[in-house]
């Protein structure tokens, strides 16, 4: 096949037969075994492909030719009023009938972080990394949703977790060093992509790796490859032979999102949607892609994402010459895509038999001159995962939910030097905002429960400048929906900006508490505990450090600062009964 393919040369530099290199050839095979079997229609319809979207980048088609966006209509949520706590209470209930999707095969480089992603602290006070958060989010989910069932439930919901060969052993080793984060081990599944032939020009000759010439060089094919693997893997079939109904894909890093799963998914199962991607308000040229209508000449449309650097030469080809530019709500008028998909899993594996996984791909080659007859270094074909709904048929129910930003998003992809240029307003999607946003959210959560919460300062830490709102933490066992919060918080209570408050445990009810300092709450299972009265102490105190002082760990120097834990009231209850802090 790869001689017909027009890929002779790899063999051009191989030694005579019965030389010392039959390991390495056999080596050869087993890769292009590999790269053969791990893509819909195999390594020569991998080839064909490139050809074609090579040629079309060096004609320079446009990809959206025909088509002219428009603004999409979609859900839009606002925290804590009648429809959000309904559609909450919608999601919860349905949740049993779901599958969580985590896409963690990213290595993050742009962050700058030499571990995975999902070991990151999300947040510095108490430690929790993400990967910690979304388990017991879901375990929390899980629970919730079977005590509103009629009847008998014992749903254990299926998280898979799509990682690759960089990320694979240490997302295993995190999950069993900590005993699943108390998951049982059979729940998650780990799915690993393999990366793609690299192509050294414009005919797809398959590139030899630089390193070992009886190799072929690969690099990442992207996330869309969750699609492929969802389905090639059986996965998909197994999960529909168990009678779920959604499947809810996760980013690595965003610590807001389950603050956003529930109604989101109430939405969907509301609404009927065979594709919800939730979205937040996004400045104009922010870079995460925007939701976007397009209608083609032919007449077809479809509500997509398209990426950020695509969206203002679209618009301004189509009639709006000022581009991507903020509306007088001072956002873009196309709601941005954080990636957070939700399928209804029947249509999904219908669509995905049909096209065999496939994804729509492109590809991205730097050429070294305007002939664009080479490149600079070999290139690759690359697939997104919210590329999925380019290839349904305009009788797919696609649709939209937005959410407020400061609820839903709060991704960490900016390394510290990055994350200081990005243009002023814009979010910096770096550690520091990613922990700031957690505070906020928390803080304005309990602020919209009746909660006195200080107003935020303002403090500059790795050159970013933030918003620094109390320290506010809480497990998802405390609350995972706007209900349980109002539940849990009554009474007179106030919270100063210099306070840090932890909750850890499901029935700690917080009444008339004034606090000014740190207050840590801890309470197992069956401890029923009132906190009351005023708590004055030195507190928790933030402080500067530089991101380039190696002596201080790189999850703490990413961020611009530590925390200096001079004086707090710690509360255990340890015992199960009732408890106040006043007795
Ligand atoms: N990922 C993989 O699992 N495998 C891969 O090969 C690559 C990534 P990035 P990106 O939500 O803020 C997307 O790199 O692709 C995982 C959208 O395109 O963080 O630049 C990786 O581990 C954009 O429209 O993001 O941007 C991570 O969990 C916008 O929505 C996830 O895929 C943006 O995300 C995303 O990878 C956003």
Known sequence: MLVEMRQSHLFHHWSQPG???????????????KLDTSYPGGLASYIQNARRLLADSKEGKNPFHGFTPSIPSGEILTFGDENFVNFEEAGVKEVRNAAFVLVAGGLGERLGYNGIKLALPSETTTGTCFLQHYIESILVLQEASCRLAQGQCEAQIPLVIMTSDDTNAPTLDLLESNAYFGMKPNQVKLLKQEKVACLDDNDARLAVDPVNKYRIQTKPHGHGDVHSLLYSSGLLKTLKDAGLKWVLFLQDTNGLLFKAIPSALGVSCTKEYHVNSLAVPRKAKEAIGGITKLTHADGRTMVINVEYNQLDPLLRATG?????????TGYSPFPGNINQLILNLGPYIEELTRTQGAIPEFVNPKYKDSSKTSFKSSTRLECMMQDYPKSLSPSARVGFTVMDAWLAYAPVKNNPEDAAKVPKGNPYHSATSGEM?????????????????????????????????????????????????????????SISQSSTMVINGRNVFVEDVSLDGALILNAVEDAEVKVVGPVHNQGWVLEQVDHKDTSIPEEIRIRGFHINKVEQLELNYNEPGKFSNSS
């Open 19 to 33: 030389s010392d290199d039959d390991q390495d050839k056999r080596g050869f095979f087993d890769q292009v075994y």
């Open 320 to 328: 709006h010459p000022e581009g991507d530019v903020n509306s007088e």
């Open 437 to 493: 946003f957690i505070y906020r959210a928390n803080s304005l959560i309990l602020k919209k429960a009746g909660v006195k919460v200080a107003d935020p300062v303002t403090a500059t830490f790795n050159g970013q400048q933030v918003e620094v709102w109390p320290r506010i933490t809480w497990k998802p066992k405390w609350a995972m929906t706007f209900a349980e919060v109002r539940h849990k918080v009554s009474g007179n209570c």
